[in-house]
């Protein structure tokens, strides 16, 4: 299955990435994130230039993990901008608009992962395991 992203997504997505990787993510305050989602992120970041293709349940689930935590992040960093100016601030506007583009990913994402998981369901004749979500493939080509 494909995932479509517009540049103004994979560029917010993109940059809030790196910005949670280089431990700088939660409204400036450094946070390591956790190992799992490092992880995902790092497997995610060099798929950004396109729109991307997700192969398998469990590599949605590892993108999922990652734009969650991205976007929770993002909405950290948006309401920190509210209150610290005002809602019409340039810094305010920006970090809605990051959020709000992330959020587009992450809403189809979980799309991705519902028609993969009853898709599954139907072939399987039950919800997907760890096991059908690794090993069966919803190859695009």
Partial sequence: MILHCT??????????????????????IAVAAPPEVVADLEALCPRLVGDISVRTLAEQRSMLRAVDYV?????????????????????????????????LVEERLRRIGAQMSALIELMT?????????????????
Avoid: C, K, W
């Fill in 71 to 103: 976007l929770t992040d993002l909405h950290a960093r948006m309401d920190a901008a509210i209150l610290e100016g005002n809602p019409a601030a340039e810094e305010a506007i920006t970090a809605y608009f990051e959020y709000a583009n992330v959020l």
């Fill in 7 to 28: 540049f103004e997504e994979l560029s917010a997505l993109s940059a809030a990435a790196e910005r949670v990787l280089s431990g700088s993510g939660e409204a400036g």
């Fill in 125 to 141: 004749g039950q919800a997907p395991t760890d096991e059908s979500a690794r090993s069966i493939n919803f190859s695009d080509e």
